[in-house]
C-alpha cells in the first residue's frame, strides 16, 4: 500500500493540513522537525485514519471530538485507488470522498492481514513506544523488546540471539581448566603485557638523571679528547726528535773533528765579510795593475822613441812652476779687463756727484765718508717721509688755491649781481639743514641695508625647497604651526605604537619558542597522549566492534579494520590501543595537563602574534596615510616636507626670513627717501652756488651760508 494524499481537517494540533506524496526516484518521502512540530500527531493521524480515532483519543484539544476527521488516497500493488475519509464515532466512521459510508473491510484490499496492534509496533512507533522497548530490551523482556531487537537484527529470533549469547559466554567463562577457557589465557597475557608495558615506562625523575650522567660522561669524553690530543702533539714532538737523530749524529761527529782541529786566532764578527770583501779587492787592484803595467809599457815604449834634450829635463820643477803660474795669470787678467769696463762706466757719474757734494779730491777720499748699514737705511727712510710730505703739501696747497678761487668767483658773481630776494635762499638752507640729518645717518642706513642683505640672503639659503624670488619665498602659504604640531605628536605615536608593536611580537615570539621548547622536551619524554587521540582510538575501536558484529550475523564485513590484519586480530589491538590511551591520560595525568596548558599557550601567543602583526600592518597603513596628507599640506607651497620636527624648523627659520626681509624693505625704503631728501637739497642750493661743479654737500651748504651773510650784510638786515 502507498499513501497518494493526506488531508487532515480537523485533528490534534492540524486544520486543513494537506500533503501530497509524488513518486519519485526513490519514492521515500521523510518527516523531520522541532520538538512539539507535530510528528507524533502525524503519525498517530495516519493510524486513526486506517483503524479508526480511539473513543478516548486525547487529539481532540484543539477540535471538538464531532469535528474531527481525516481524509486519504491510497494506492494497493495490483494499481487499485481508494479515497476515503475518517470521522471520529461509533459506527460508519469510514466514508468514501463524498461523505457516503464504507464498509470496514473496504480497506483490506489494501491492508491486508496487517492488524492495528502490529501496525503500531512495526511501522507507527512513537517516541512513548520506543522508551518503552528501550526498557523492555535493558530488563530483557517485554514483546515490544523483543520485537525491537529482532528489527534491529534484521528480523532474527531474539531467543536464538539469546540462546547464542548465553552459548558462548559459558564457552568464555565458565570452568576452572585454562583449556576449556579462551578469554582467561588472552585476559592474563594482556595483563602482563600491561605490566610490562608499565614497567617499561622511564619515570621523568630517572630520565633526567640519565640525561645528568650522560651530560657528565660527555664532559669527561671532552676531557679525554683534549688530553689525547695532547699525547698526539707530544707523540708528534717524539716523532720529529727520532727523524732528527741521524742529523744529531752527524752534527755531534763534525764537532768531534772540530775539537780535534789545531786552535786558530780569534777573528772579528765581520771577518768573513771583510775578507769577501779584500779578495774583490785585490782582485781589482790586480786588473789594475795589469792595466797600468800595460800602459807604462807602451808609455815606456814611447819614451824610447822620443828624443828629449838634456837641459830641458834638468828644468823640469820650474817649468811645473810656470805652468801652474800660467793658468792664474790667465783668470785674473780676464777680471782685470771686466773691471776695467765697469769702471769706465761709473767714473763719470762718480765724479758729477762729488762735485754737487763739494768733495775735492780723487776717488780714495769717498771711502772715508762711506756710511754704515744703519744710517743708511735711517736715511732712505727719512728721504721716503719727506717726499710722501711733500706730495701732500702739494696737494693741499692746490686745494686751497681750487677752493679760494671758487669762494672768489662765488663772491665775484654776488657783489655783481644786483640786490636780491634773500628769502628762496633761505629756503634752501631750510631744506638743506633738514637734510643734514638724512646726510649723516645715510651712510649707516645703507650699512645697514647691506647687513640685512647678507642676513636674508643667508637665512633665505636655509630655507630649502624654497623658490629663487625673495618675495615668491615670503608669500609661500606655509601650514600653521598647529598643523605641524598636530602631526609631529601623529608621527610619533604612530612610531612608538609600531615600535611596541614590534618589541610585543618580539617578546611573543621568544615565549612562543621557549614554549615550544618546553613542550618539546615534554614530549621527548614520552608521547604524550590527548583527548582527540582518544577520541580517534575510540571511534577506530567502536567502527571494529561494528564490523565484528556485522560478521557474526553472517553478513560478513565489506571492509577491513586494518589493511595489514586480519579482523579478529586488529580489533583487539584496536581496543588495547584505546585502553593504552586512556591509562596514559590517567598515570600521566600533570604531565598530560601541563602539556595542554602548553599547547593553549602556545595557541593563544600564536593568536597574539598574528592579532599584533595586523596591528602592525594598520598603523603602517595609516603612518603612510597620514606621511600622505603631510605632503598634501605643503603642497600649495611647492615644498617637498621632511619630518614634522625639521618642518618645524624650517618654518621659524622662514618666519625669521620674513621678518628680516621686511626690515630689509623698510631700510631700503629709508635709503631711497633720505637719498631724494638730500638730492633735493643740493637741487636747492645748485641755483646759488652755481650750476654743475665737483662740490660736496657739505661745500655747498657753507658757500650758500656765506652768501645769505653777504647778502644780509649788504642789504643791512
Same mark, same amino acid.
Not at 669524553?221 to 717524539?238: G, N, T
Not at 600649495?636 to 627659520?653: D, Q, T, V
Given at each position: 500500500? @502507498? ?14 493540513? *494537506? ?27 495516519? @493510524? ?59 480497506? /483490506? ?31 530483557? #523482556? ?5 520485537? +525491537? ?17 548465553? %552459548? ?18 588472552? %585476559? ?65 761527529? *763534525? ?23 779584500? /779578495? ?27 828624443? $828629449?834634450?838634456?837641459?830641458?829635463? %834638468?828644468?823640469?820643477? *820650474?817649468?811645473?812652476?810656470?805652468? =801652474?803660474?800660467?793658468?792664474?795669470? /790667465? ?49 732712505? &727712510?727719512? %728721504? ?52 643734514? #640729518? ?9 650699512? $645697514? ?16 625647497? !624654497?623658490?629663487? #624670488? ?36 618580539? #617578546? ?28 580517534? !582510538? @575510540? ?36 581496543? =588495547? ?7 596514559? +591520560? ?12 602548553? /599547547? ?26 597620514? =606621511? ?27 618666519? =625669521? ?9 623698510? &631700510? ?22 652755481? &650750476? ?26
Amino acid at each position: 500500500m @502507498r499513501f497518494q494524499r493526506l488531508q487532515i481537517p480537523a485533528y490534534g494540533p492540524f486544520t486543513n493540513l *494537506e500533503l501530497a506524496f509524488p513518486s519519485g526516484e526513490h519514492d521515500l518521502h521523510v518527516f523531520y522537525g522541532k520538538n512539539e512540530a507535530g510528528k507524533s500527531s502525524l503519525l498517530r493521524a495516519i @493510524r486513526d485514519m486506517l483503524f479508526g480515532i480511539h473513543g478516548q483519543s486525547t487529539d481532540d484539544f484543539l477540535h471538538d471530538y464531532k469535528k474531527m476527521l481525516l481524509a486519504g488516497e491510497i494506492t494497493n500493488r495490483a494499481g487499485d485507488q481508494l479515497s476515503f475519509q475518517r470521522r471520529k464515532g461509533n459506527k460508519n466512521t469510514l466514508l468514501d470522498g463524498t461523505g457516503n459510508a464504507l464498509p470496514d473491510h473496504a480497506l /483490506r484490499p489494501f491492508l491486508g492481514t496487517i492488524e492495528q496492534g502490529f501496525f503500531s509496533t512495526m511501522f507507527g512507533l512513537g517516541s512513548s513506544q520506543l522508551r518503552e522497548g528501550a526498557q523492555q530490551i535493558l530488563g530483557g #523482556d517485554g514483546d515490544l523488546g523483543k520485537a +525491537l531487537f529482532s528489527a534491529s537484527l534484521g528480523g532474527t529470533p531474539v531467543q536464538r540471539v539469546l540462546d547464542a549469547l548465553v %552459548a558462548e559466554s559459558e564457552k568464555l567463562f565458565k570452568g576452572r581448566g585454562t583449556s576449556n577457557v579462551t578469554i582467561r589465557p588472552a %585476559a592474563k597475557r594482556y595483563s602482563e603485557l600491561l605490566k610490562q608495558s608499565r614497567e617499561s615506562v622511564v619515570a621523568a625523575e630517572f630520565w633526567d638523571e640519565l640525561n645528568r650522567k650522560l651530560d657528565a660522561e660527555n664532559s669527561r669524553k671532552a676531557l679525554l679528547e683534549a688530553e689525547i690530543a695532547e699525547h698526539e702533539v707530544d707523540l708528534l714532538w717524539v716523532s720529529r726528535c727520532e727523524d732528527a737523530l741521524p742529523c744529531v749524529s752527524r752534527f755531534n761527529e *763534525e764537532e768531534r773533528l772540530l775539537r780535534e782541529l789545531p786552535a786558530l786566532p780569534e777573528v772579528a764578527s765581520d771577518y768573513v765579510e771583510r775578507a769577501k770583501t779584500a /779578495r774583490a779587492a785585490v782582485g781589482d787592484a790586480s786588473r789594475k795593475v795589469s792595466e797600468l803595467s800595460a800602459q807604462i809599457a807602451r808609455d815606456e815604449a814611447k819614451l824610447d822613441g822620443c828624443a $828629449t834634450a838634456p837641459e830641458v829635463l %834638468a828644468m823640469e820643477d *820650474e817649468l811645473d812652476g810656470l805652468h =801652474q803660474d800660467l793658468g792664474a795669470y /790667465r783668470t785674473r787678467k780676464e777680471s782685470l779687463a771686466n773691471l776695467q769696463s765697469k769702471l769706465a762706466g761709473i767714473e763719470p757719474s762718480l765724479r758729477s756727484g762729488m762735485q754737487s757734494l763739494e768733495i775735492h779730491g780723487d776717488f780714495e777720499v769717498m771711502e772715508g765718508l762711506r756710511l754704515g748699514s744703519a744710517a743708511r737705511l735711517g736715511l732712505e &727712510a727719512a %728721504a721716503q717721509a719727506l717726499i710722501d710730505a711733500e706730495d701732500r703739501h702739494a696737494a693741499s696747497l692746490k686745494r686751497a688755491e681750487e677752493l679760494t678761487a671758487a669762494i672768489d668767483k662765488h663772491e665775484t658773481k654776488l657783489q655783481s649781481e644786483p640786490e636780491a630776494d634773500l628769502e628762496p635762499l633761505r629756503a634752501a638752507l631750510a631744506t638743506a639743514a633738514e637734510a643734514m #640729518d638724512a646726510n649723516k645717518t645715510l651712510e649707516a642706513t645703507r650699512s $645697514t641695508v647691506a647687513t640685512l642683505t647678507r642676513k636674508v640672503e643667508e637665512e633665505h639659503s636655509r630655507v630649502y625647497g !624654497a623658490p629663487q #624670488d625673495l618675495e615668491a619665498t615670503s608669500r609661500l602659504q606655509v601650514p600653521a604651526q598647529a598643523t605641524l604640531r598636530k602631526y609631529r605628536e601623529r608621527f610619533s605615536d604612530l612610531e612608538r605604537d609600531i615600535k611596541d608593536a614590534a618589541k610585543k611580537i618580539s #617578546d611573543e615570539e621568544s615565549a612562543l619558542t621557549k614554549l615550544e621548547g618546553d613542550l618539546t622536551r615534554m614530549e621527548r619524554r614520552g608521547e604524550l597522549p590527548t583527548e582527540d587521540s582518544l577520541r580517534v !582510538a @575510540r571511534d577506530h575501536r567502536d567502527h571494529g566492534w561494528q564490523l565484528v558484529l556485522k560478521d557474526w550475523k553472517g553478513g560478513g564485513a565489506d571492509e577491513q579494520l586494518d589493511p595489514d590484519l586480519p579482523l579478529e586480530e586488529a580489533f583487539p589491538r584496536s581496543v =588495547q590501543a584505546a585502553d593504552k590511551i586512556s591509562d596514559q +591520560l590517567r598515570d600521566d595525568a600533570d604531565t598530560v595537563a601541563q602539556a595542554q596548558e602548553k /599547547r593553549l599557550q602556545i595557541q593563544s601567543s600564536q593568536d597574539l602574534i598574528k592579532e599584533t602583526e595586523a596591528q602592525a600592518a594598520r598603523l603602517q597603513t595609516e603612518k603612510e596615510e597620514c =606621511q600622505t596628507a603631510w605632503v598634501q599640506e605643503w603642497a600649495p607651497a611647492g615644498i617637498s616636507p621632511r619630518s614634522p620636527a625639521e618642518m618645524e624648523e624650517w618654518r621659524e627659520s622662514w618666519i =625669521q626670513f620674513r621678518e628680516n626681509l621686511a626690515k630689509l624693505r623698510d &631700510a631700503e625704503g629709508s635709503v631711497t627717501s633720505k637719498a631724494e631728501q638730500i638730492q633735493q637739497a643740493v637741487d636747492a642750493l645748485k641755483a646759488f652756488s652755481g &650750476a654743475g661743479g665737483p662740490h660736496s654737500f657739505p661745500v655747498m651748504l657753507a658757500a650758500a651760508k656765506a652768501a645769505l651773510q653777504k647778502g644780509e650784510e649788504a642789504t643791512g638786515r
